[in-house]
């Protein structure tokens, strides 16, 4: 393989990556007003994953000419369908709800680190302070809570410690 191969092949190749790329982007657009909102929310890693997934599909699609333009959209059809079902059966029961969506965990209560839920979610304590700071917050011990939700984001509440709705406080 030559050095000017590896820059430029044909011209075909640029019009097909063009063609196809503008076209599967617009059915993936379609799909997804189609499916709704919560196909690219960021509520748990099942979402993370159909969302990567859905973006190593495009990938494909635009540089593969091994894969046609349709098998690309049934293939992000399939995706969506799939996180649409998922979604839908996590609405209907809450086993299965538990099944693939995480807890949210309480990681500080009452300024106080509960190092064994940090310890279960891998949270260091660094990484918590670093979460108390950016959320503009210099003292944990004012702090009610810090919570680390299921899409791995941490939320950090201020006063006093309430019933926190969807949380295990045994920890």
Do not use: C
Request: no cysteine; hydrophobic share 50%.
């Amino acid at each position: 393989m030559f050095i000017p191969d590896m820059l430029f092949q044909d011209w075909t190749g640029i019009a097909r990556t063009i063609v196809v790329g503008a076209l599967a982007y617009a059915g993936l657009v379609a799909f997804l007003r189609i499916s709704g909102k919560r196909t690219l929310a960021k509520l748990n890693a099942f979402d993370l994953v159909v969302t990567v997934a859905l973006g190593s599909t495009l990938a494909t699609i635009l540089l593969s000419e091994s894969v046609a333009l349709a098998e690309g959209l049934v293939a992000f059809g399939l995706l969506i369908g799939l996180q649409w079902l998922v979604a839908r059966a996590s609405v209907g029961s809450t086993r299965f709800a538990r099944m693939v969506r995480s807890e949210p965990s309480l990681l500080l209560r009452d300024g106080e680190m509960l190092r064994g839920a940090m310890a279960r979610e891998r949270v260091t304590e660094e990484e918590l302070e670093e979460a108390i700071r950016n959320s503009g917050k210099a003292d944990r011990t004012q702090l009610a809570a810090v919570v680390l939700e299921s899409d791995g984001s941490f939320s950090v509440i201020e006063g006093p410690v309430r019933d926190l709705p969807g949380m295990d406080k045994s920890h």
